[in-house]
């Protein structure tokens, strides 16, 4: 029944545009629930193949629209996106969009990256590229400085942290995080963040730059995809989540020193290609980053093996204290 809407919704969209299903290449559930979150298919549109989405989100999304800005705003050579088709909005949370079907011929960026320097090109040249301003009303978290819009997210990711584990003790299992290693440390990483970002002001942005959403096309075009995640981010956030992505999430537990060795290369590199990056905001976006792994992903995964799970929580801990 959870599934159904999105599934029935997505019939009549190819039943009314003559688009032919192929075959499901995801469907993507909220966290804490079975709630159908989105629905990907592969179809075949005008004679060739395509892809649609179809979405029920839980925050605002106007990822056609943001498509359809960047190729506007876009005059990249090296960086392109996929060709938007059709689409539809019917709210700020919910809508379809049918997008090009990339080649079976090229690749998507693995983790952990082997050519940092390369990414980083790619992360530059995007952030030449992108429409500088907002395509949609603005959050409220939008419309306050740095620190503001991460306090309100941290508070967002505590809370549901908060209920994963109240679910755990309800089913007599162990909990994950225990209070008295989780609160100093969040208390302390807020208030670094305040020291560093307080009154500083947010940009537009894709808001997901990260490995995994970078294509590869054999002419040596690169494909930038995703863009359900567009909104206003403070300074070193999108720098700070690609860090995130390939050494927090996608990156194997391993010694601490050589974890902290990788990370801090990543940002020195940042650095290097962003004059303009001063090294305690990118600092701040890393330790709210690490603060995130913790909350929303180290405590929510369920799938997580218990001695993987203490030692990501171990090694985050520690980069947590060194950074605040």
């Not at 969009?97 to 790619?122: A, C, N, Y």
């Not at 730059?209 to 206003?232: A, C, N, Y």
């Not at 996608?250 to 004059?275: K, N, T």
């Amino acid at each position: 029944m959870n599934e159904r809407p999105l599934d029935a919704w997505a019939e009549e969209i190819c039943a009314e545009h003559e688009l032919r299903r192929l075959a499901e290449l995801r469907r993507t559930t909220h966290d804490l629930s079975d709630r159908l979150r989105n629905l990907i298919w592969e179809v075949e549109h005008a004679g060739g193949r395509a892809v649609l989405k179809v979405y029920d989100d839980d925050v605002v999304n106007v990822e056609a629209e943001s498509l359809r800005d960047f190729h506007a705003s876009n005059r990249s050579r090296l960086l392109v996106a996929p060709e938007l088709y059709m689409f539809e909005t019917t709210s700020l949370t919910r809508g379809w969009l049918l997008i090009e079907k990339l080649p079976e011929d090229g690749r998507f960026l693995e983790s952990p990256i082997e050519d940092r320097g390369q990414f980083v090109e790619l992360f530059c040249e995007y952030r030449r590229n992108f429409p500088r301003g907002p395509n949609r009303p603005l959050a409220l978290a939008e419309m306050q400085d740095a620190y503001r819009f991460h306090s309100f997210r941290a508070m967002q990711a505590l809370e549901t942290a908060s209920t994963r584990e109240q679910q755990r003790a309800f089913a007599r299992e162990p909990a994950v995080l225990k209070h008295d290693e989780l609160l100093p440390r969040l208390e302390a990483a807020m208030d670094r963040i305040r020291a560093v970002l307080k009154g500083r002001e947010l940009h537009w942005g894709h808001g997901h730059f990260k490995p995994s959403d970078l294509f590869e096309h054999q002419d040596d075009r690169w494909v930038i995809t995703d863009f359900g995640h567009t909104k206003m981010l403070p300074e070193g956030y999108e720098e700070a989540l690609a860090i995130w992505w390939d050494q927090m999430i996608m990156g194997l537990p391993q010694d601490y020193d050589v974890w902290r060795a990788d990370i801090d290369d990543w940002m020195r590199r940042f650095l290097d290609a962003e004059p303009q990056l001063d090294r305690g905001v990118l600092a701040a976006g890393v330790l709210e980053r690490a603060l995130a792994g913790v909350l929303e992903s180290i405590a929510l995964e369920d799938d997580m093996a218990p001695d993987e799970r203490r030692q990501r929580l171990e090694l985050h801990y520690r980069l947590m204290d060194e950074l605040s």
